[in-house]
């Protein structure tokens, strides 16, 4: 059993979990950049961010971990990376600031505002 200690400066509703082919991680928002651990304490990545992100998704497919948050000084603007590579891979722009994101495993992300939902596909 590992015990993974959160820190008191986030609220524990912005923490993602989800699986990977390394077993459960976290994905945890910081100042300028998502920092993706393993449940043991382990890094699997820091995804480099413009400024902080809040709400966040992440989703493993395979090998593969796809992770998306909407921009605090700009929630219409989403960026999604795969956790292999530390610069976002995609830039998805919605009309009206983002309240909720998920992520399905095919890559579709959903993005859930006071209008409605709006989805795009991150992987062919």
């Not at 382990?42 to 992440?58: I, K, N, Q, S």
């Not at 700009?74 to 610069?87: E, F, G, H, Q």
């Amino acid at each position: 059993i590992y015990t993974l200690s959160l820190h008191d400066a986030l609220p524990i509703s912005i923490h993602v979990l989800a699986a990977s082919a390394r077993g459960p991680v976290l994905v945890q928002p910081a100042r300028n950049a998502l920092h993706v651990r393993c449940l043991n304490g382990d890094w699997v990545a820091v995804l480099t961010a413009p400024g902080p992100c809040h709400p966040v998704a992440a989703t493993g497919s395979g090998r593969s971990l796809l992770i998306a948050a909407a921009l605090d000084d700009d929630p219409c603007t989403v960026l999604a990376w795969d956790a292999d590579d530390s610069t976002p891979s995609h830039a998805v722009k919605v009309p009206v600031p983002v309240a909720e994101l998920a992520l399905c495993s095919d890559g579709t992300l959903v993005a859930a505002t006071d209008d409605g939902l709006y989805t795009a596909r991150l992987r062919p």
